[in-house]
């Protein structure tokens, strides 16, 4: 069974970065493609970013693009979301998905294992 461990979250002012990474276990990392998530107070849940099993696509959603950048250690089986220029807007908890061999999927129903969270909180 694939285990999904998000850490790096925290409070931040406006214009601060933060990376969040995501450990997985139980199955070959490298086959999975990975998503982030993210969830707002009374919103629904949106994508944020993912790369593929490969590490190539990558996508990002709009609004992050130039600010947030996907990564993926394979060695250490992990991927990150390193956050910069931060906005209170990007207050949510963040998720990370995998879905196997999948491509950088933007649904979250094309997720088969997601992690608890990690908060994100970016003050004005």
């Known amino acids: 069974q694939v285990q999904l461990v998000e850490s790096g979250g925290g409070l931040v002012q406006a214009g601060g970065s933060l990376r969040l990474s995501c450990a997985f276990s139980?199955?070959?990392?490298?086959?999975?493609?990975m998503g982030w998530f993210r969830q707002a107070p009374g919103k629904e849940r949106e994508f944020v970013s993912a790369i593929s099993w490969t590490g190539s696509p990558i996508r990002y959603l709009d609004s992050v693009k130039g600010r947030f950048t996907i990564s993926r250690d394979n060695a250490k089986n992990t991927v990150y979301l390193q956050m910069n220029s931060l906005k209170p807007e990007d207050t949510a908890v963040y998720y990370c998905a995998a879905d196997l061999y999948g491509l950088p999927a933007m649904r979250s129903q094309n997720y088969d294992y997601w992690g608890q969270g990690t908060q994100v909180t970016v003050s004005s």
């Open positions: 139980g199955r070959t990392f490298s086959n999975y493609a």
